[in-house]
DNA sequence: TATTGTTATACTCTATAACTATA
DNA sequence: TATAGTTATAGAGTATAACAATA
């Protein structure tokens, strides 16, 4: 398929450069989504260790900058994760100061979720890290390249909105078959 | 953007457009990398419903497909885990009968692995579904634009290989904050 | 009755550590 | 001592279900 390289990859007798194995074994799509979640989940956590924030906590930081007031359910479905798991976030976020719950004057069953001033000044500090973060993935591509892979991405993921949503790609309950009730015990 | 639909989700008397969220609120690489994953991984994960099948046994069957006789060290490093799990899911398949565990003669702490003729069949029969769920992801691009998405992605993970590990996106032990433990426990 | 959010719980995924066998 | 693999364990992530408050 690719044909990258000329070592083998079984490597023995590898004894010079190219003895670190093919990176990327194929073009399919998912194959190359996992890998690049990969990457990018990395860098994230890499540049914003020692914060003690994860990349979803800041994920809800962005978001409650950008739309203040927003409600945990919105918030959910915004940033792609389910709400008993937005709750928890701003469980974490509120214990740290960083985020406010309030009541809604209009609606008293939802929350107004805001940055507290202390949350606002971690995100305008966190904030150009994160972007030079985000463009430091994209560096291997030079700047038209790079837009254009973000339009492409834009494109396949509105046009399939319809599958963008958390936990899909995970074994259902019970689903997974606990080895030993099989045959095949290994001794 | 996209105008998926007009009905509501949760049903209530919403007779207009815009009803749904925008699913891409910005176009951070990180960001669109998550998404992108989701989508991928629903969509496999729909396309193998029924055979009981995960997208990493998926995986795992179509390397031991283009590699067979590799060992499980070198698995996990080509399709990007850590080598306690793929022992997992070869476990797994191995008690499906798909996959066979062989000592290696040469060296005999490393195990080589086959598909069984059942697992050939198998990853036979599902080869064209996959491959088809792939162009499906893509569906949204025209045809060069397709091409073009899969080499900058590709040209991305190359650059960024140092950080294409497994787990790198996730807290370390312990660094989770156990809430309650902080000062503000909800009432 | 429907919706927002919370609490409780449990399952899946996957990493770390310790151990065995072999080199 | 170093490497391949296994077993044990546990933590992170995240779903389901039941519940409370409000609409």
Redesign the interface.
């Known amino acids: 398929m690719?044909a990258r390289r000329t070592a083998s990859?079984?490597?023995r007798t590898v004894d010079r450069a190219a003895a670190?194995?093919?990176?990327?074994?194929?073009?399919?799509?998912?194959?190359?989504?996992?890998?690049?979640?990969?990457?990018?989940?990395?860098?994230?956590?890499?540049s914003l260790a020692g914060e003690?924030i994860?990349?979803l906590q800041l994920?809800v930081i962005?978001?409650l900058d950008?739309v203040p007031g927003i409600d945990q359910r919105?918030l959910a479905?915004?940033?792609?994760i389910v709400p008993v798991n937005a709750g928890q976030i701003v469980?974490?976020l509120?214990?740290?100061?960083l985020v406010e719950r309030r009541t809604n004057g209009a609606d008293r069953r939802a929350r107004e979720l805001r940055l507290t001033p202390q949350g606002l000044k971690l995100r305008r500090r966190l904030r150009p890290h994160?972007l030079a973060?985000?463009q430091r993935?994209?560096?291997?591509?030079k700047p038209n390249?790079q837009e254009?892979?973000?339009d492409?991405?834009?494109?396949?993921?509105?046009?399939?909105?319809?599958?963008?949503?958390?936990g899909?790609?995970?074994?259902k309950r019970g689903?997974r078959?606990s080895?030993?009730e099989?045959?095949?015990t290994?001794t």
């Open positions: 690719s990859h079984n490597g670190a194995p093919p990176l990327v074994i194929n073009r399919f799509p998912a194959y190359l989504a996992r890998r690049f979640q990969q990457i990018c989940a990395a860098m994230v956590t890499e003690g994860t990349q994920a962005a978001c950008t919105r479905e915004t940033i792609g469980d974490e509120e214990a740290r100061g994160n973060t985000n993935i994209l560096a291997p591509l390249e254009l892979l973000i492409l991405l834009v494109r396949v993921i509105e046009g399939n909105a319809v599958y963008a949503r958390p899909a790609g995970r074994r689903s078959q080895i030993g099989s045959t095949a290994r």
